[in-house]
């Protein structure tokens, strides 16, 4: 957030690139999740984030006041609560044919339609946690590739958490010839710098070093309740 708001026009530019590519499938998913056909929903999530970036709504983002995530939700919010009124209001008015968002589709769903606000926000919390572990992920395999590592890292990534791995140390040390002792200790590193980078994530939105604890703590109930 703080290079989206950089004086750097490039920097600025690529920090809000990134920004909108890390939170479109949660944006998209939570819309979904408050009864929008896929199709309208993916019209809606551009049509957020063009207006996001363009009314400059992310410099308005201040840590010390809370969670980006909490921001961005409440802006997402406020923009469909703004959508359904004009949809309404323009139906309401007569003149241009328009579907309001509370109108059946064909395939039966209705659009903008609340079922449960709190399964919404569940939904929203929930994609954010793993578009976070997502973006850890993406780096490391980076790092490694960059280490000259890559086809390594594909055997040891299936070691992570929140992955499943039919795979024992042994077998794995078996087939690249290496004691199943050193797989321990590669497995061992390989989570202590994916644990690092999602620390990393997550002070990039905070305020304080004290919050990157919190907020650690938060994804872990989250991610609890992906898994159960």
Not at 53 to 78: H, I, M, T, W
Request: charged share 30%; aromatic share 8%; net charge negative.
């Amino acid at each position: 957030m703080l290079n989206a708001r950089s004086d750097d026009e490039s920097c600025a530019r690529a920090a809000l690139g990134r920004l909108c590519e890390t939170y479109w499938n949660t944006v998209n998913t939570f819309i979904r999740a408050r009864g929008c056909p896929p199709a309208e929903a993916e019209d809606l999530t551009q049509e957020f984030f063009a207006r996001f970036l363009e009314k400059e709504q992310y410099r308005s983002a201040d840590p010390s006041r809370g969670r980006f995530r909490s921001f961005l939700l409440a802006c997402v919010k406020n923009f469909l609560s703004k959508e359904h009124a004009r949809a309404t209001a323009k139906k309401r008015g007569g003149g241009s044919t328009t579907i309001s968002l509370d109108e059946t589709f064909e395939d039966g769903e209705a659009c903008m339609e609340i079922r449960d606000e709190r399964t919404a926000d569940q939904v929203f919390e929930q994609n954010w946690a793993i578009a976070l572990l997502a973006r850890a992920r993406s780096q490391l395999e980076s790092q490694y590739s960059q280490e000259g590592k890559g086809e390594w890292f594909a055997h040891l990534e299936k070691f992570l958490p929140g992955e499943e791995s039919e795979v024992t140390y042994a077998e794995l040390g078996k087939l690249r010839g290496v004691a199943d002792g050193t797989i321990k200790s590669d497995v061992h590193r390989l989570k202590r710098r994916f644990a690092s980078l999602v620390r990393q994530e997550i002070a990039n939105t905070v305020a304080t070093p004290s919050e990157v604890e919190e907020e650690l703590a938060h994804l872990r109930s989250v991610l609890a309740k992906v898994r159960s």
